[in-house]
């Protein structure tokens, strides 16, 4: 199968490069540099989009929006030029679910199918082949171009029938797992100030029922002082604008990602558009007053790690039902959503939790009472310290509001009611 990848940076560059062993593989990108790379490695770099497009069954691209999909298919000089019915087109691009499902149908009209692709996992991740791959568009296509994407993971998840809806799940994922990395380092700051250090919190936030993506890498990152990739900050501003988007157009409130998003573009703003995701860590340093690494007596009897662990758990049960319910609105089946979600980067063992109690009934024993006792603690202990948590203060908001009206006796699992009125969503199975 003869393959064409177009767009080879940091993620596209990771990705083309497993399909060389296996694949006659052609690729084009704008740096001269790349595509010399990459006739090191044995591709076949293109003397045009349009000539790819004619020798290639298979053409990928990975480009920074989808504007820039459409100018390298539809544009002067771009791949329209060369293809043909029966050709596959697929966008591994953290685009927007509309205009892709626009560009599908213009190539359908050509007897060309287009499928979305997007990727969760970070760089590292394509770099190692365990990235997560979502996938949508016509059945028939995605069977023809499995063998393509199984050489760069094995980890695909099938999205929809449709195009573009993959990058819709991308774009939900992308926000997700921002909020609770905010989530996660403010709070982790605030315990470390409280006398708790980084190398103690770490592995007891991962372990428990607090874990999520940024417990289980961003934190042992900090520890070891490596990075955690260099992905623009102004990709994922881009991201979560459009989750955002995605949000008001299904009449979902999405104060939790409204934050994330925030502090992105504050991030953007005092560094400057060359910032990526291992500046987040400095920014949240200056935002919340603590170096992470830094130690500080303890300054409670209280359990800071057991508080923390809790209080991290409500953020992330939160957000997941905020996620959930813009996924729902949209009519994406909550189950096959949520295995795209726990199998990449907005993984939590509290979506996992949530996923199951949906489909069984079954009920958290943590109760909203336990979860706002904790937020409680928290925030009085932090009056004298002066650590920055804006996104505790939302979540104890959202947890009280909830327990006004189910009581704080209800479990955590009954927050998807307010969740289901707020959002005129249903999430849980009849």
């Not at 691009?93 to 287009?114: F, H, K, Y």
């Not at 760089?123 to 016509?138: C, N, Q, R, Y």
């Not at 009581?407 to 249903?426: H, I, N, P």
């Amino acid at each position: 199968m003869k393959i064409g990848y177009v767009g080879l940076g940091a993620m596209g560059g990771a990705l083309a490069r497993w399909l060389v062993a296996d694949h006659d593989l052609m690729v084009w990108d704008l740096n001269p540099e790349a595509m010399a790379r990459f006739a090191e490695y044995g591709a076949t770099p293109a003397t045009s989009l349009p000539d790819m497009a004619r020798a290639c069954d298979i053409v990928f691209l990975c480009l920074p929006r989808s504007s820039n999909v459409e100018t390298a298919i539809f544009g002067d000089g771009g791949l329209v030029g060369g293809l043909a019915p029966g050709k596959i087109v697929i966008d591994q691009t953290s685009g927007v679910g509309a205009e892709t499902r626009d560009m599908a149908i213009r190539l359908a009209a050509q007897g060309v199918d287009m499928l979305d692709a997007p990727v969760a996992g970070g760089v590292p991740s394509a770099v190692g082949g365990t990235i997560t791959i979502m996938l949508s568009g016509d059945d028939g296509a995605q069977a023809r171009a499995m063998p393509a994407l199984r050489a760069m993971t094995s980890k695909i998840y099938r999205a929809s029938g449709v195009a573009g809806d993959a990058q819709s799940v991308k774009t939900l994922n992308n926000m997700m797992n921002m909020v609770f990395r905010v989530a996660t380092l403010e709070l982790a700051a605030l315990a470390v100030r409280l006398g708790v250090p980084m190398g103690e919190l770490t592995p007891a936030l991962e372990a428990g029922v607090a874990g999520n993506f940024t417990c289980r890498t961003v934190l042992p990152a900090i520890i070891a002082e490596r990075s955690v990739g260099d992905f623009a900050l102004t990709l994922m501003l881009k991201d979560n604008n459009q989750a955002l988007e995605l949000g008001i157009a299904a009449g979902v409130p999405m104060p939790l990602s409204a934050l994330g998003r925030a502090a992105v573009q504050m991030n953007i703003n005092i560094i400057g558009d060359h910032a990526g995701l291992d500046h987040v860590m400095p920014f949240m340093e200056q935002a919340t007053g603590v170096r992470f690494m830094d130690t500080f007596d303890r300054v409670t009897d209280s359990d800071v790690t057991a508080l923390t662990i809790t209080a991290l758990a409500a953020a992330n049960r939160a957000v997941a039902y905020e996620i959930l319910s813009v996924a729902a609105k949209m009519g994406m089946d909550l189950t096959d959503f949520g295995r795209i979600l726990n199998n990449g980067s907005a993984w939590n063992r509290e979506c996992e939790n949530i996923l199951d109690e949906l489909s069984t009934g079954r009920a958290s024993a943590t109760t909203l009472g336990d979860a706002i006792d904790a937020m409680r603690k928290l925030e009085e202990l932090n009056l004298k310290h002066g650590v920055t948590t804006l996104m505790l203060g939302e979540v104890r908001a959202i947890y009280e509001t909830a327990a006004r009206e189910l009581g704080m006796g209800a479990s955590v699992s009954f927050l998807a009611t307010l969740y289901e009125r707020v959002g005129d969503v249903t999430l849980r199975a009849a």
